[in-house]
């Protein structure tokens, strides 16, 4: 895994950013991996800001996001549906067909994760994935035990990560207890994967994922095995690395490394 640290997390999202825009310049009908949480939020911010300022075209992109809660309708205000529509999608030039979100709502999930998982690969596949990382080591919302090859299922969460997102509900009673999540197999079947954190909430998370074992414990770990994922940290999230000056000094070197 490539790891970047940036001193903050607008240089983090735009970083992040700018890679997402590379991978659409070089093929205009990529197919995107979206994630939610308030760590892609700045990402978005400046995908957005491309987009009207910049020409960054969306026209010919399909999206696919990793997850939704199990019973929240779509206009529920914590609904990812809700999420990808205000922070996102509102904003940009996809083709509403194009966008693909888990149902929280289907009366079928086994046909419901089947069909989704047919429709990515029908749509060939995801270029390029965004993901955030829970406290507890998730992607998406596959947590701890998950097998490190899961499909897109029915997944109860952890109690940390409803404590975790307890914030964005009115009480914690209300967070709800299932999801429809994108597996861990799934996702390392992208062609290139962007992993955001920031905070120092996350920076155990992040060692663990970066430098600790293979380990279904901490379902992030996984993407060691994967050919092309970069790490997108800020400094409370990186500063749990033990291997951060090394980070550092690939990055500085970077520029001058033989390029054939
Ligand atoms: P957060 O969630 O971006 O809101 O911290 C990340 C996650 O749980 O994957």
């Not at 700018?18 to 995107?32: G, M, T, Y």
Request: include cysteine; aromatic fraction near 8%; hydrophobic fraction near 40%.
């Amino acid at each position: 895994m490539e790891v970047i640290i940036h001193q903050t997390y607008a240089e983090m999202s735009r970083a992040a950013a700018e890679a997402v825009a590379d991978v659409l310049n070089a093929k205009p009908n990529a197919v995107i991996g979206m994630a939610t949480g308030s760590t892609p939020l700045g990402v978005y911010q400046e995908l957005v800001r491309m987009h009207k300022g910049g020409g960054l075209d969306f026209s010919q992109v399909t999206t696919f996001n990793l997850d939704e809660y199990v019973g929240l309708p779509t206009t529920h205000e914590q609904s990812y549906h809700r999420f990808m529509h205000e922070n996102f999608f509102r904003q940009v030039n996809i083709p509403p067909q194009n966008v693909h979100i888990p149902s929280g709502t289907t009366s079928n999930y086994r046909a419901f994760c089947a069909w989704y998982e047919q429709r990515i690969e029908e749509c060939g596949g995801i270029d390029v994935q965004i993901l955030g990382i829970g406290s507890d080591g998730h992607i998406a919302f596959n947590e701890p035990a998950s097998s490190l090859s899961s499909r897109t299922r029915l997944k109860t969460l952890a109690k940390q990560t409803i404590d975790d997102n307890a914030r964005f509900f009115s009480s914690r009673d209300e967070v709800p207890v299932y999801a429809i999540t994108m597996g861990v197999g799934t996702i390392m079947e992208a062609r290139k994967i962007l992993l955001l954190a920031n905070g120092a909430k996350k920076a155990e998370a992040v060692a663990a994922a970066v430098e600790g074992p293979v380990t279904s414990m901490i379902t992030a770990s996984a993407l060691q095995m994967h050919p092309d994922a970069t790490v997108y940290v800020d400094e409370p999230a990186a500063s749990k690395l033990k291997m951060r000056e090394y980070y550092d000094w690939i990055q500085k070197k970077k520029p001058d490394a033989p390029r054939v």
